[in-house]
């Protein structure tokens, strides 16, 4: 199976400040077709996870555009470019190149 | 609007069975794969399994740490995904959600069923 590795696992963070959270796989997420299999979801307590971005940097309908993602091959990151307080929960990557998909550990973000 | 909303969770001793359904709508049920994810209190995500869909043969997909205890099924006719949960364990313990693929993501999450086994 994909290894996902998020980085930190644990993110304090200022209100209005930026965060960013690191995702590695464990090989290249570039399918045949050309495109890059990674998502990111957000879960926010006590709710479903959310999708906000898939392939690497396409943002849902409906998130804030203070969230982006980039990256490729096997190095990925999120961005929030100022963290607001409806901003905290847990939040994913998972690769979708390869079955089973798998999701990375989590990273915890919470206001200082 | 699409939607996923998962039933049949609940408590239920070590060696029992439970039998969830994940009700669809708002889509073409029979044109999607759904899988399973559950979440165990605290932890993180895992994918439980997968019911393809039609142009997939319906095949249905397991991970190993339910192989042989769980089996999914599918009713295109009802838009409706099962979960099948025999010999159950401590550590099946988790929120249990339908979640619908497009593309290697899920796009789409119900709002998860919990189950507890304990005695």
């Known amino acids: 199976d994909v290894v996902m590795a998020q980085s930190p696992l644990s993110l304090p963070v200022t209100l209005g400040q930026p965060a960013s959270i690191s995702c590695r796989s464990s090989?290249?997420?570039?399918?045949?077709?050309?495109?890059?299999?990674l998502n990111w979801f957000q879960q926010r307590p006590g709710q479903s996870p959310r999708r906000l971005i898939y392939?690497?940097?396409n943002r849902d309908s409906g998130v804030p555009d203070r969230f982006s993602g980039s990256g490729s091959g096997t190095d990925f990151t999120l961005k929030i470019s100022r963290v607001e307080a409806e901003d905290v929960g847990v939040y994913y990557c998972?690769?979708?190149?390869?079955?089973?998909?798998?999701f990375g550990q989590g990273t915890k973000l919470e206001i200082k | 609007e699409v939607r996923l909303v998962e039933s049949g969770g609940g408590l239920v001793q070590p060696g029992g069975s439970l039998r969830l359904s994940c009700a669809a709508s708002?889509?073409?049920?029979?044109?999607?794969?759904l899988d399973w994810v559950r979440q165990a209190p605290g932890k993180g995500l895992e994918w439980v399994g997968r019911?393809?869909?039609?142009?997939?043969?319906?095949?249905?997909e397991y991970a190993a740490s339910v192989k042989g205890r769980f089996t999914i099924s599918r009713d295109d006719s009802e838009s409706s995904l099962y979960l099948q949960m025999n010999s159950l364990k401590t550590e099946d313990t988790a929120v249990y959600y339908c979640?619908?693929?497009?593309?290697?993501?899920?796009?789409?999450w119900g709002q998860g069923t919990l189950v507890t086994v304990s005695s």
């Open positions: 979640a619908r693929d497009h593309w290697g993501s899920y796009e789409y």
């Open positions: 708002g889509f073409t049920f029979s044109d999607y794969d």
């Open positions: 019911g393809w869909n039609k142009f997939n043969s319906y095949i249905i």
């Open positions: 090989q290249s997420l570039v399918y045949s077709d050309g495109n890059t299999y």
């Open positions: 392939k690497v940097s």
């Open positions: 998972m690769q979708g190149i390869q079955r089973p998909y798998t």
